[in-house]
């Protein structure tokens, strides 16, 4: 179980991820989850300081890691099938997930369709140990679009909020307003909408644009309306550039994206969520984790597109975010995206996606992503320096030495 809130860790190397810079030989001080001094060892005040104490030995300090788009509820790559699972059962396999991603250094993770507001609070209360969780509820899908599950000749499909599947059908202004609204009642911190085809839905295609313009308007207004945002699924440059135009703040994907998209999102000051891990695991372990015969068969569609999109998103000064978006047992391979991005982005700007433009996408800058006073104390204590070669951290197993959430030293062992 977790550790006292006091804590002070001392001779550490701290990394300041926003301007490329190690400090050593320093001293953090938490007190009740938030840090409260940042300097130099030898002038940090400790008189009557009753909490633990980590000695670093030297050893690299950084801010937890953000993912910026998962989905914590997802027990299988057949997210038709899970829909019909037991509630029960699913928040098992979530539990599990969550405590697996905070061992790979995750403390907050972006639940972009499935965890709702009880799995937020599980966690909160320490019910699950895991990662702080940012989410969205139930993506809005157009019938036979991304997020309809349903086979050809399936006609109905169940919209309770305690069936496990991660998305809700809704068609016409109306009917995405308040689809929109719910998912708001509930404390949503986004919402989610489908703007094109996807790989995992059974029977759209990912080439098409999905949802009228004066549907993603309402969905825009309403989520505006709450002081929220829209992230939106898409792979074409259409139906990215239509989105964009329309006030989503946030595309997850974008494997197929223009020089016209580059300009938006500049333009328009929206954040890209690459998720390139998930094209490589769905090609290669897709049949076996559950993805059905439909869904295999568009994998290449976008496999081999992604790594281009983000090299010309990054050139292109585009606000990029860390995401991985796997299903089933193919959440294991979650670290293996900093590898994946190295081959074209630099250690701090595949770091900088995962911490301080991170934060700023879910409006929580300056309380995560850096370790400073007055942020929440969620850190990595490090074996080696990832600003020197960030693929260090696609080993979790032996870059991370401990994990600390809220000022607490996790114990995330299985």
Request: with cysteine.
């Amino acid at each position: 179980m977790p550790t006292a809130q006091h804590l002070h860790i001392r001779n550490a190397t701290v990394l300041d991820i926003e301007h490329g810079t190690a400090s050593p030989d320093q001293s953090i001080l938490i007190e009740k989850g938030v840090i409260t001094w940042v300097g130099d060892s030898g002038a940090a005040d400790v008189e009557g300081f009753d909490g633990e104490t980590i000695d670093a030995q030297g050893k690299f300090v950084m801010p937890g890691l953000i993912d910026g788009h998962v989905h914590v509820t997802a027990a299988t790559a057949d997210l038709g099938a899970m829909g019909e699972w037991s509630p029960n059962y699913v928040a098992a396999h979530t539990a599990r997930n969550l405590k697996a991603m905070l061992a790979r250094g995750f403390t907050t993770v972006r639940d972009v369709a499935g965890a709702d507001y009880g799995v937020a609070l599980a966690v909160e209360e320490e019910l699950f140990i895991g990662p702080r969780v940012i989410f969205g509820g139930k993506a809005l899908s157009q019938s036979g679009g991304h997020g309809d599950m349903r086979g050809m000749g399936t006609s109905v499909s169940d919209p309770h909020q305690c069936c496990p599947s991660i998305g809700i059908v809704c068609d016409g202004v109306d009917a995405v307003r308040k689809a929109s609204r719910d998912q708001l009642r509930t404390g949503a911190h986004h919402i989610k909408i489908m703007l094109s085809g996807g790989v995992a839905s059974p029977t759209d295609r990912v080439d098409s644009t999905q949802f009228s313009e004066s549907e993603i308007l309402a969905v825009v207004e309403e989520a505006e309306g709450a002081n929220r945002y829209v992230c939106g699924h898409a792979y074409t440059a259409r139906a990215v550039n239509r989105g964009l135009r329309l006030g989503v703040r946030c595309i997850e994907h974008g494997n197929l994206i223009d020089d016209e998209s580059v300009k938006l999102f500049v333009e328009k000051g929206a954040y890209l969520v690459p998720t390139l891990i998930t094209y490589e695991r769905l090609k290669a372990d897709g049949e076996a984790a559950g993805l059905p015969a439909a869904s295999r068969e568009k994998v290449d569609i976008v496999l081999h597109a992604g790594l281009e999109a983000l090299d010309r998103a990054n050139k292109g000064g585009v606000k990029i975010v860390f995401g991985t978006d796997l299903l089933g047992a193919m959440q294991i391979h979650q670290s293996q995206e900093f590898r994946i991005r190295a081959q074209v982005q630099s250690a701090q700007e595949v770091l900088l996606s995962a911490t301080v433009t991170a934060a700023e996408l879910i409006g929580l800058e300056g309380k995560l992503g850096v370790v400073t006073a007055g942020a929440f104390a969620d850190l990595l204590i490090l074996n080696e320096n990832p600003l020197d070669d960030v693929t260090v951290l696609a080993s979790p197993e032996t870059a991370i030495h401990s994990v600390i959430k809220g000022g607490k030293r996790m114990e995330t062992a299985a």
